[in-house]
Each structure stands twice: as C-alpha cells, then as structure tokens.
C-alpha cells in the first residue's frame, strides 16, 4: 500500500491535472472518482483524509465489508459490471451506479432501493467500442434502458459511462470519446437532467476530459498498482 504522503501527493497532481485540461477545453471542473477496488480500507481512508470524498468499487462484496468501516460522508460509486445477486448491496449502500446495462437490473435496483435514502443515481453503461463479452448496452438499448429509469421511483437518470477498448490508437479512443459525447446530448433531449458523462482512467482521463468526460474514474495513479 502506498504512504499517506504519496496518495496525497498523487491526488494533488491528479486533481491539477483534471483543473488544467477542464481549462484548456474551456468546461467547469470534472469530479474526480478514486477508484479504490482491490485496496485496503486504510488506502481510502488516507484518501479521504487528504480531501477525497467520492469512491469507486467494483465488487459489491469487497465494497460493503469496507464502506461498513468508513466515513459515512462518503459518496460510493459501483462501477462494476452488475450481478443480479447483488443489486441489494449495491442499492442499499451505494449513492451512484455507473454500469447499468440492462431491464433486469432497473427493476431490481428500484425494487429494492431503500424509501428513506435519495433515489440512486444512475448511468447507463454503453459497450462504444462494441467488444463481444463486454459489459455495456448496446446504441440502439440506450432510449428503452433511459426510459425504463425515468419510470422507475426510486432511481433518477443522470447520464452515460463507458470504458473504451484499451490498446487502441489515440485516434479510435477520442473517436469513442466524441461519440459518447454526441450520445449524452441526444440523450438530454428526452431526458433534460442528464448532465454526466463519466469516462476516462489513468491512461486516457485528460483525453476523455477534453472530449466531454465530467467525471473520471482513477485507481492506478492514485493508489498504486493492485494485486
Ligand atoms: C479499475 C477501473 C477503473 C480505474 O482504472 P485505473 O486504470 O486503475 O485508473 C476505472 N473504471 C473502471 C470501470 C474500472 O473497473
């Protein structure tokens, strides 16, 4: 695991970093998401200790073991792909779900959302680079995935997420960040209150950032490499 001083030390330049490409792109800041998967309780609360208030996890049962322990101002993102076993977790104890990619989840997800928390905020997980086994809908899924999350109380649509296919040309990885974009603002058209667009990790985020990314998702050059 990496010191306090270097997880704060990295978070500092991560977050300048994300600052100057909203700048040069001319857009309000980007929200950073530490992505937290495969570490320790203790790597997360030395990031929250240095200002970080926003995680991500994968894994709904490595996640529920350490958000039992920690802070409970902090507002937990599950990015991972979704098990239909494990959408209670996810809906009892998480504030964003990134990777929504199908009906079955929707309803579960509303289903059981807890009547006392805020409704989940959701974002449809889109398979851009169209990758066979890959986690994500499809284009033509995203209007029936948006509508069924409208209809659904306890859920409220804010936006799309994808994660490109790594090992691309820098040219085919804008070329899926430019769609993404053009994705969110047909989206909005029907659906006026979606305002995010989270794409971009710690190879590509000022990329995705410069082509419309609002929020990033950064593990590696926060908390170093996982096992
Ligand atoms: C692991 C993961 C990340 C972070 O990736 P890094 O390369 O470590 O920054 C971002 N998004 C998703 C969906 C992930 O699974």
Known sequence: MLSMPAIEHNLKRIKQAISDSCKQSGRPNATLLAVSKKHPADAILQAYNAGQLAFGENYADEAIEKIAGLPNDISWH??????SNKTRIIAENFQWVHSIDRLKIIKRLNEQRP???????CLIQVNISNEPQKAGASIDQIGKLATAI???PNLELRGLMAIPKACQSTELLAENFRSMK????KLKQHHQQCDTLSMGMSKDYQLAIEHGANIVRIGTDIF???D
């Open 78 to 83: 599950f990015i991972g792909p979704i098990q």
């Open 115 to 121: 009547e006392s928390l805020a409704p989940l905020q």
């Open 150 to 152: 409208d209809q659904a």
């Open 182 to 185: 053009v994705l969110l603002q």
């Open 224 to 226: 170093g490499q996982r």
